[in-house]
Structure formats: structure tokens, C-alpha cells
């Protein structure tokens, strides 16, 4: 799988968008980019993925640069229950077993 | 509708001594997984099964064995504890291609003395 860089950590204040960014240059063409997060002790928990469009559930938004080689989550309207760690993850669509890569993740502290 | 479970949530094991971690899922996915999360690190692949009867070694199985019970059962045996294996584990089940997200259980954190 191709590999992502995140930054470390990221601080954001309540209400506002929280905008994470993840590198990954080197992806492909079958490779899909995912995000998850991890809040505290908890298991890691899907927010999203998209190939090259732009997609948005009613947790976040992901948008894809055109060349694909970077992304960004955006959590509109950040609350306390979104400090977490958050993870992106660039695998194939159909990889054997549908493995997930994970890095070092974002941290991400939304403040009061 | 209860998801991933996992058991125990919480184990010490001294230096040698042997334990199973179980895991369940009641979404009747295909695919389970064993992560294991070390201390500010993100989680690395154990053992994973794509379907009942099949198991694969993942990033790091050294030290681990793994049985798939049954279609809802995943379990990770670890015969001779090290400290070196004090760390969170977590079980996931999926649908085994696409982009089916990973579901997973809320952890069972070792130590090993």
C-alpha cells in the first residue's frame, strides 16, 4: 500500500472546521484513500474513503486533489467529541483481505 | 445488535504463561482481523482470516497463533507471554473486498510482567 504522511498533531476550536490534511504521493489508481479515527482507548472507527471525487457523509467531508496525490478531511463544525486521532489509509479497492495500513495518525484536540 | 466483542477487556500475564483472546461479531462478515496497538503508535496487523477456514499472517504474527472457530469467532492464542507483547488488541471484521469498512471491538489490554 502506498504510504501517507500526516502531520503529528492539530489543535482546532469548538465550532469551527477542522481541516486535516494527509499526503500520499506515491498512490495509485486502484488505490482508494480512507479515513478513520480513534478516540480515546476506544477502537478505531470509520469516517470515510473516496477515489478521486470529493465525498461527504454526515460525519465529514474528503476532498482529493486532482492529481490524487494529496487529500483533505474537514469536519465542519468540530465539538469536543471529535478530539481523536485520525488516521488516513490509501489501500487498493480490492486488496486480498481487506487489509488496512495504518501510520502515525493525527491528533487532532478540538478546544473549548 | 451487539457488533465486534472481545474478552477479556483487561489481562496480566507473567513472563512465559499462555492465554487465548477471543473475539465475536454478529454482522456475519466474512473477514476478521487482530490488530495490535503500542503505546502512541498506530495499530499493526497480527493475523487476519478473509473467510471462514482461512488465516494469513499479517505485519508482525511472530510470537502469536490464530483460530478461526467459526464464522463469528476469531480467537489469538498467545502460548508463551512476553513483555515484549504488552500492548492493546484489537479484533475487526469486514466484508472481505471493496470498500467495506473494518468494524472494531474495544480492546483487551495486556501486560506482560
Known amino acids: 500500500d502506498a504510504k501517507t504522511t500526516q502531520p503529528t498533531s492539530m489543535d482546532c476550536a469548538e465550532g469551527r472546521a477542522a481541516n486535516l490534511p494527509c499526503n500520499h504521493s506515491?498512490?495509485?489508481?486502484?488505490?482508494?484513500v480512507y479515513w478513520y479515527r480513534q478516540i480515546h482507548s476506544q477502537g478505531p472507527q470509520y469516517i470515510i474513503h473516496g477515489l478521486k471525487n470529493n465525498e461527504t457523509n454526515e460525519m465529514a467531508s474528503l476532498i482529493i486533489t486532482e492529481d490524487r496525490k494529496s487529500s483533505t478531511l474537514i469536519l465542519p463544525h468540530a465539538t469536543l467529541r471529535d478530539t481523536a486521532v485520525y488516521y488516513c489509509?490509501?489501500?487498493?479497492?480490492?486488496?486480498?483481505?481487506?487489509?488496512?495500513?495504518f501510520g502515525g495518525g493525527t491528533r487532532l484536540m478540538v478546544k473549548p | 445488535n451487539a457488533g465486534v466483542t472481545q474478552t477479556p477487556k483487561f489481562q496480566v500475564l507473567k513472563t512465559g504463561q499462555s492465554m487465548t483472546l477471543q473475539c465475536a461479531q454478529d454482522m456475519n462478515h466474512n473477514s476478521m482481523y487482530w490488530y495490535r496497538q503500542d503505546p502512541g503508535m498506530g495499530l499493526r496487523l497480527i493475523y487476519y482470516s478473509a473467510s471462514e477456514g482461512t488465516t494469513d499472517k499479517g505485519e508482525v504474527p511472530n510470537g502469536y497463533n490464530v483460530s478461526r472457530l467459526n464464522k463469528r469467532e476469531f480467537s489469538l492464542r498467545l502460548e508463551s507471554a512476553a513483555p515484549s507483547q504488552t500492548s492493546v488488541y484489537f479484533c475487526?471484521?469486514?466484508?472481505?473486498?471493496?470498500?467495506?469498512?473494518?468494524?472494531f471491538g474495544p480492546g483487551t489490554r495486556l501486560t506482560v510482567l
Open positions: 489509509i490509501v489501500r487498493p479497492y480490492n486488496n486480498a483481505g481487506n487489509m488496512l495500513t
Open positions: 475487526a471484521s469486514s466484508e472481505p473486498s471493496g470498500y467495506n469498512e473494518q468494524f
Open positions: 506515491t498512490i495509485s489508481g486502484n488505490e482508494y
